[in-house]
């Protein structure tokens, strides 16, 4: 398996990202500057701030400090956190002179004062206006009763007579630059380099924090400021900060980031071919010793750089690159070009997800081999894109297997020759070599007007025959275990799924709105933390219950629409609401599932547990 973490090996051939990076950094006169590494999560963000941070190793004149806001969430205020960790790293990693200590002490003490004036908020004015005075009295257990008016008299007395104004929140954050400026000076450092990571992972004060401190204290000269986010969440941060802003929200939080983020560098999902060649790299470093690996990595990395665009690592070319290549790194090339494609469409080539499904196979593998069992990788591989892509047709192929001994009833009929067509209104037998081999019911006619099922069933290899079992014992995690599905969703898919699920009923919309723009593999992750909820809820209710919940995110995501008949066939009738009638009717219209649907509901009009949902079955039926 292959460590989830950061690295400064380019698999992906980033360096021209890099090279973009540290042209602006050793150009003086861009300094101070702040970069923005964008791109989703798990595009490679750190990795490619890793490899700046390398660059810039060996150049003693170049201090270079990795900051991640992360680590500090909920402990302390993420400014003065920030301005701290950077004084210390200087302090830590130059010989300081007498002038240089001294201003070392001047700025952690400013530091100390702005941090509790930050809390001003949560302890009163005294914080902002009567510096140390302020700070005593904030520590103690009845804080507000010590607030007296003989203070503030105190203070204005102060101000008035030209009292010590560096006790202030104000001007210890105007004397903070010069200060700041001196030291870098003093300390002989030709450049800072901050690195800010993780802020996908952040809360909205801590994203804030972090950007303000760049804002308002650090944006000093000889600095450069590295920002690794996804923007989105960036923005929801400002719009959450300023709700009260008219106008598109979006536009506040992209207009803060621009003013902010001087020069933006965007990382775009890799493309089928960019993909392939990362995969294919993962599995030679997997089975060649660290010396060839890297011989074999700069040789395929220098070799897309000649052909261009067009350059793929793959099974085809290995040969050129691998002197001895065993069977089952055989295998594993085989295994990438049969899931790469998938991936890449479902996972919108994000190195990181496509990095934990394969780190998950290869587990689910070991942990069978420990058993004394033998999994073909190739058909762990099909399944576990089922898994992934459609979670309900996975959990009825395990119902099926559980009682047919290990065989999921009914494959042949799916998997056979239906002369290369899929089943339309006007025909809907099942045929194989001109023989008629059975009516499909509604579960097998939705997953055939799916594409993406339909090319599933079609691909090798053929689970015909095939004792499932084991297959399904080792992926009992995902069956068993509830919440899974958020645990794989990115922090944007996080966010969709905690909108989608609100009260709030303009939350709830913008939510459904947002799921457009999810990769396939979030959007299924969302659809099963829902069906979830439907199950744990039992009967649904209400305008706005789960159920209709479900079915309008499959109105933005209608390669779901499948997954949702299959959960819908499958729900006591009991549970159903009357509504769910008109929902899947809209839901099916003008699509190739609305015949489908016209049986489930002519199944429902005979519901003995239901009479509502029978009668409006029969009612709708007639206007169909």
């Known amino acids: 398996m292959w460590n989830d973490c950061e690295t400064n090996s380019d ?13 602006i950094i050793d150009n003086d006169e861009l300094l101070p500057c702040s970069i923005g590494v964008f791109g989703d999560w798990g595009s490679g963000k750190s990795s490619l701030m890793k490899m700046v941070q390398e660059k810039y190793e060996d150049e003693s004149d170049v201090l270079v400090i990795k ?3 992360w680590l500090f969430e909920g402990y302390e205020d993420t400014k003065t956190v920030l301005m701290g960790s950077i004084i210390d790293a200087i302090i830590d990693k130059r010989t300081l002179t007498e002038k240089a200590i001294k201003l070392g002490a001047k700025i952690l003490r400013k530091i100390d004062i702005i941090k509790a004036s930050s809390s001003a908020l949560k302890y009163g004015l005294s914080y902002l206006t009567m510096g140390n005075v302020g700070i005593a009295l904030a520590s103690s257990s009845d804080l507000l009763s010590k607030f007296k008016v003989e203070d503030y008299e105190s203070y204005i007395i102060a101000k008035q007579t030209g009292g010590d104004k560096d006790e202030t929140t104000r001007s210890n954050i105007q004397e903070f630059h010069k200060n700041f400026e001196d030291l870098i000076t003093e300390t002989k450092i030709k450049k800072l380099i901050v690195l800010i990571d993780d802020l996908d992972r952040c809360s909205t004060d801590t994203i804030l924090g972090t950007l303000e401190a760049i804002k308002l204290f650090l944006f000093t000269s000889k600095t450069a400021f590295i920002l690794g986010a996804d923007e989105r969440l960036i923005k929801y941060a ?3 900060r300023f709700p009260e802003i008219q106008g598109d929200a979006t536009e506040v939080g992209r207009d803060y980031l621009e003013k902010l983020i001087q020069y933006p560098i965007r990382i775009p999902p890799l493309s089928n071919i960019e993909l392939t060649t990362y995969i294919n790299l993962m599995f030679a470093k997997l089975y060649l010793d660290v010396g060839e690996f890297e011989l074999v990595r700069e040789n395929v990395i220098s070799e897309k750089n000649k052909q261009g665009f067009e350059f793929v690592f793959n099974i085809n070319n290995a040969n050129n690159f ?3 290549i065993k069977e089952e790194h055989k295998e594993s090339l085989l295994l990438s070009s049969q899931i790469t494609p998938v991936l890449s469409v479902g996972l919108n080539g994000n190195p990181r997800q496509c990095k934990r499904f394969l780190n998950t196979l290869l587990l689910r593998h070991d942990m069978a081999i420990s058993k004394g069992i033998i999994l073909n990788k190739r058909l762990l591989a099909k399944l576990m894109l089922l898994e992934y892509f459609k979670p309900e047709t996975f959990k009825l192929f395990y119902e099926s297997q559980l009682n047919n001994k290990g065989i999921i009833a009914g494959i042949e009929n799916l998997e056979g020759n239906f002369d290369n067509q899929k089943p339309t209104k006007e025909t809907r037998k099942v045929k194989q070599k001109d023989e008629v081999i059975g009516e499909l019911t509604i579960e097998q006619e939705s997953y055939l007007q799916d594409e993406w099922l339909y090319n599933w069933f079609r691909s090798e290899p053929s689970l015909k025959n095939e004792n499932l079992q084991p297959y399904y014992y080792f992926s009992r995690d995902r069956l068993t275990i509830s ?11 996080q966010e969709v799924f905690r909108k989608i699920t609100v009260d709030s009923e303009t939350i709830m919309n913008l939510g459904f709105q947002e799921s457009k723009k999810l ?3 979030d959007a299924a992750a969302i659809f099963e933390g829902l069906t979830e909820k439907i199950n744990q809820q039992g009967k649904q209710s209400g ?23 299959i959960f819908i066939e499958n729900l006591p009738e009991q549970a159903l609401q009357i509504g769910v009638v008109t929902w899947i009717i809209d839901l099916t219209k003008d699509t190739a599932y609305l015949e489908t649907a016209k049986k489930l509901i002519q199944r429902w009009s005979n519901s003995k547990s239901n009479t509502s949902l029978a009668k409006i079955s029969k009612e709708k039926l007639k206007q169909i």
């Open 67 to 69: 900051f991640n806001g």
């Open 238 to 240: 400002v719009r959450k």
């Open 519 to 521: 990769n396939t593999g």
């Open 11 to 23: 698999f992906i051939d980033y360096q021209h990202y890099v090279n973009s990076v540290v042209k």
């Open 322 to 324: 691998i002197n001895e």
């Open 483 to 493: 919440g899974t599905q958020l645990q794989r969703m990115s922090p944007a898919a």
């Open 543 to 565: 305008e706005n219950s789960m159920l209709k919940r479900l079915f309008e995110f499959c109105k933005m995501r209608q390669e779901l629409i499948s997954q949702i008949m």
